[in-house]
């Protein structure tokens, strides 16, 4: 018998207090995306999300607050996160990890001038 393995990422939305924009990382060729990975083996889901975010952003001692699953369109299951954040808050981009972070109105998702196809659906709904 053969047994496959479900990939499992962690992803977190953090948007600015007021809601109105959301902090995506770029992936390169594979465009933006929400910060986050992966989980390591024996780590909790909280655990990976936590030091994804130290890993791409220089992010520690964020509040987080675990909010629903999904699965990505390449099969994985994505545990989704929010958080609130600063958008003064100093970023420490990793670019071994990923090309760039910005800041993006959540109106430019929802109107499509802004494409994060794999995570729109879960920037709209969970905005604060």
Not at 71 to 77: A, D, E, Q, V, Y
Not at 90 to 118: C, F, K, R, T, Y
Request: charged share 25%; aromatic share 8%; net charge negative.
């Amino acid at each position: 018998m053969t047994r496959h393995l479900l990939r499992v990422s962690c992803k977190c939305a953090l948007y600015t207090p007021d809601g109105k924009k959301v902090l995506l990382v770029e992936y390169g060729a594979h465009g933006f995306g929400l910060p986050g990975g992966h989980l390591d083996p024996d780590e909790t889901p909280d655990q990976a999300m936590e030091r994804e975010l130290s890993e791409e952003l220089g992010l520690s001692g964020i509040e987080l607050q675990r909010k629903d699953f999904f699965f990505h369109p390449n099969g994985k299951l994505v545990l989704g996160f929010t958080a609130r954040l600063e958008e003064s808050t100093p970023l420490v981009v990793q670019l071994d990890e990923i090309s760039g972070a910005v800041w993006v109105g959540v109106d430019q998702i929802a109107s499509g001038a802004v494409e994060a196809p794999s995570y729109k659906d879960f920037i709209l709904s969970h905005q604060p």
